[in-house]
């Protein structure tokens, strides 16, 4: 039976992913610190979709841990869904090392820490996919968020260099570019509903680029176009707006 591995499985779109992937007959690997939180969804996902789910803890940010993690678990997966993030306060982190190293970090580094060893293992079996959750924040630099968006960068050009390298070996990955999610990390925020997405959508989104082998995928849609447009202000007029 198939099965998927998600990084991160406490947050709202991970959950969601779960939900997606079980329904469709999928076995669960739920991956996150204190692991004794994920069981009430482990529990859930198994009575409801008659699948086997499992619990594991993973910290993102424990370097060294994370091929001893993968090694591990309890079965290799099929695909692997690398969803945690960290949208953290870009003021404080200017003038606060600590919360801009927690945005780097947990964003990028321990994204590219884990996914190098899961890359590495898919190559050698000639097959896998990996699914790694970026944003549309990475797309330009903004002064609201750029330590954030700055993470997400690197991450968005890393699984570019990933899907290059991986395909020669029959795996596949794909960047997933959301924009705004309604979620408890943006409760709170004046997001406008009609560029706003359920975690629900985004998971069902992400079943079906996953399945289709597709490269990239904005989520909602239009957040293609609305980047396009922010990317093509010149700079010397982007530098005095405020984004």
């Known amino acids: 039976m198939s099965s998927i591995l998600i990084l991160g499985a406490m947050s709202d779109v991970a959950q969601a992913l779960a939900h997606e992937y079980a329904k469709n007959g999928y076995n669960i690997q739920l991956a996150a610190r204190q692991k004794e939180r994920l069981e009430p969804l482990q529990k859930d996902l198994e009575i409801r979709y008659n699948i086997k789910a499992v619990a594991v803890e993973f910290d993102a940010l424990n370097f060294t841990s994370h091929f001893d993690f993968y090694k591990n678990l309890p079965y290799e997966p099929n695909m692997v869904a690398c969803v945690f993030g960290y949208l953290g306060d870009t003021a404080k982190g200017l003038t606060n090392w600590k919360e801009a190293e927690q945005i780097l970090h947990i964003n990028y ?22 699914i790694g959750i970026s944003s549309v924040a990475g ?14 960068a690197g991450f ?34 004046p997001l406008n509903p009609k560029l706003t997405a359920t975690p629900q959508k985004i998971a069902k ?35 005095k707006m405020k984004m």
């Open 205 to 239: 989104d992400i079943f079906k680029a996953a399945a289709k082998k597709k490269n990239v995928l904005f989520s909602l849609w239009m957040w293609k176009y609305i980047m396009r447009i922010i990317t093509s202000i010149p700079e010397g007029m982007f530098k």
């Open 139 to 152: 797309e330009r630099g903004r002064q609201s968020n750029f330590l954030y968006g700055s993470a997400k």
């Open 109 to 130: 580094t321990g994204a590219v820490s884990i996914l190098n060893v899961i890359a590495s293992n898919m190559m050698e079996r000639k097959h896998g996919t990996i």
């Open 156 to 189: 968005t050009a890393y699984l570019s260099g990933l899907r290059n390298k991986c395909f020669h070996s029959g795996v596949h990955v794909l960047t997933v570019k959301p924009g705004f999610i309604k979620t408890s990390m943006t409760q709170g925020m």
